[in-house]
């Protein structure tokens, strides 16, 4: 404890329930200094009530007091954040005139795009992985500032920065909080570490004519894993952001240009018609190979729409010719008590084993032998299997269209021939940014879409969806996402536009979440993301879209 010789002092309670007393006004970082031997990971944040706050923020009141670290996903997230301010401030005092565009994450890192050089190569890429490293040992400090709005676009114009104009000409706010390393100032959604000294672990890897920030994961923040290639996945991001580009929407500001100027008619129709296009070309490749192909395959994580596109995947077979019929791998769970369990003993509903592989594979070949066969269905109120009289006989032109998260898992359907399967791969892979330097995480708008759609058709409040979170993430890390480079084809069900329409939805549920709740933090995250956006009315959205599986209007409900 930090002694007093006054009386002028606050109570902190740990989240172990240690009691303390400190002078009033002590910044959080003077306890974490006190604190952080006794913790095994680096402290980035804390909580404080509620509320999360940066480690210079001050203690003025006797509050509850909950470390975050490099071990939870907010503390990555700072860590992360922290770690391109300290990319941009290298390339921008190296190179003259030079920037960096961070785009969308690889693994644990970011895609990254050099901007002022005519050729990136691993000679310059190594001289700005040392001097970040150089000014990691140096620790300098990430000052913040809280300037007027019109002194902020001043700063904006003054280094180039247009998407960052043109991102807060839409803010309601009159202060802009700022960022400045080293004289360099630059604006960040979100908290940052206090200094360069806890910037540790990365590294950079050269990739095509860009290159990758790599950092830690939350589940070993102390090394850089080995850099794992996801080509089919790079790609597919890729192909999406030079989408963005032709449509000169790229970034939040200027998406909500086109809001302002009412053109934003014109840009769904576009985007749902690139997703159409998208499922057709599938649909087509699907039939080019039907004399083979006798299952699709479909996987993704929650909330990207794999219903919706499996729906309008098998209109397009049936432009083909062809004649699918849906096979739900839930039908073929475990009787309950046979159900695998967790580390703490719940069902685990997820687990590959819940599933009886040696039946579902059993009648996945009779099928293809053109056997006739009885599927079941599975009660979920009593936790066992029954046969309802569902018959199906595939014929020459018919396709079995399987959807579940563990359909790219080669085990699922490990007695059937790789030949007679197409796997597809879908996610929401945002492909929008904030701006430069502020990305959107792909699990930020699957999240905000499962807010809506729990509340929309099953009553879950918002706090409960972001309660539940963390345990979905966890299965998808484990069934979902090292089976994805598996795929035949990747689909990206974002929309550039969702995220407005979703704004409308999602706001007034996170506004009832408590202050009290655990949750309070997410929700006023998320609620401060969807500040950003200018609110589009769902009027124009098609009945057919994948966003209508959320929000409600889908003509396959």
């Known amino acids: 404890m930090i002694e007093t010789a006054t009386n002028d002092f606050v109570k902190v309670t740990f989240s172990?329930?240690?009691?303390?007393?400190?002078p009033k006004g002590i910044k959080l970082e003077e306890i974490v200094k006190e604190k952080q031997p006794?913790?095994?990971?680096?402290?980035?944040?804390?909580?404080?009530?509620?509320n999360m706050e940066e480690l210079r923020h001050d203690i003025t009141e006797d509050c509850h007091l909950e470390f975050i670290d490099l071990t939870t996903t907010d503390g990555m997230r700072i860590y992360q954040r922290s770690l391109s301010f300290l990319l941009f401030y290298v390339v921008r005092t190296l190179i003259k005139d030079g920037n960096v565009i961070i785009h969308h994450s690889v693994g644990p890192g970011f895609y990254c795009e050099l901007i002022g050089v005519d050729h990136l190569n691993q000679e310059l890429l190594n001289k700005i992985e040392n001097k970040m490293r150089e000014l990691v040992e140096q620790d300098l400090p990430f000052n913040k500032m809280s300037i007027p709005l019109e002194e902020a676009m001043k700063i904006f114009e003054e280094n180039g920065m247009d998407d960052k104009k043109n991102l807060f000409k839409y803010r309601r706010s009159s202060m802009v909080n700022l960022y400045e390393l080293g004289g360099v100032k630059n604006y960040f959604y979100g908290y940052m570490v206090p200094s360069t000294g806890f910037l540790k672990h990365f590294r950079l890897i050269l990739d095509g004519s860009g290159f990758i920030l790599q950092f830690p994961t939350t589940k070993d923040p102390t090394k850089v894993p080995e850099f794992v290639p996801s080509p089919k996945l790079?790609?597919?991001f890729l192909e999406y952001k030079n989408w963005g580009k032709i449509l000169r929407v790229d970034t939040v500001g200027a998406l909500n240009d086109v809001i302002a100027n009412q053109d934003i008619r014109s840009l769904i129709m576009t985007a749902e018609a690139l997703h159409e296009k998208k499922i057709a070309q599938i649909a087509d490749m699907i039939a080019e190979k039907k004399d083979s192909i006798a299952v699709v395959l479909i996987a993704g994580p929650s909330s990207s729409g794999k219903t919706t596109f499996a729906q309008r995947l098998a209109i397009q077979l049936r432009v083909n010719g062809m004649r699918p019929?849906?096979?739900s791998i839930d039908d073929y769970f475990v009787n309950r008590e046979f159900t695998p369990r967790d580390e703490n003993g719940e069902y685990d509903f997820e687990s590959l084993e819940s599933i009886d592989l040696e039946l579902f594979n059993h009648d996945l070949k009779r099928l293809i032998n053109g056997e006739v066969v009885e599927i079941p269905s599975f009660n979920f109120k009593t936790g066992k299997r029954e046969y309802k009289g569902r018959k199906i006989k595939m014929e020459s032109n018919d396709i079995l269209i399987i959807e579940g998260i563990h359909g790219l898992n080669e085990r699922l359907t490990k007695d059937i021939h790789k030949d007679n399967k197409f796997k597809i791969y879908i996610s929401a892979l945002t492909q929008l940014n904030i701006d430069d330097h502020n990305r959107i995480p792909t699990t930020d708008t699957?999240?905000?879409r499962r807010?809506?759609?729990d509340n929309q058709y099953r009553g879950t409040s918002a706090e409960r969806t972001i309660e539940l979170w963390p345990s979905v993430r966890r299965g998808e890390?484990?069934?979902?996402?090292?089976?994805?480079?598996?795929?035949?084809?990747?689909?990206n069900s974002a929309l550039i536009y969702e995220l407005s329409v979703l704004k409308q939805?999602?706001?007034p549920l996170l506004f009832r979440i408590d202050p009290q709740s655990p949750c309070y933090s997410e929700a006023k995250r998320l609620f401060k993301f969807l500040d950003y956006f200018l609110g589009v009315s769902s009027e124009a959205v098609p009945q057919n879209s994948i966003i209508r599986e959320f929000i409600g209007g889908s003509c396959f409900h």
Do not use: C, W
């Open 234 to 236: 790079s790609q597919i």
């Open 325 to 327: 019929h849906a096979i």
């Open 38 to 50: 006794f913790y095994k990971y680096t402290i980035v944040a804390a909580k404080v009530g509620n």
């Open 16 to 22: 172990n329930g240690e009691v303390e007393k400190y």
């Open 446 to 448: 699957r999240l905000l």
């Open 505 to 507: 939805y999602a706001e």
């Open 451 to 453: 807010i809506v759609r």
């Open 477 to 491: 890390e484990k069934n979902i996402f090292p089976y994805q480079e598996e795929a035949d084809v990747m689909f």
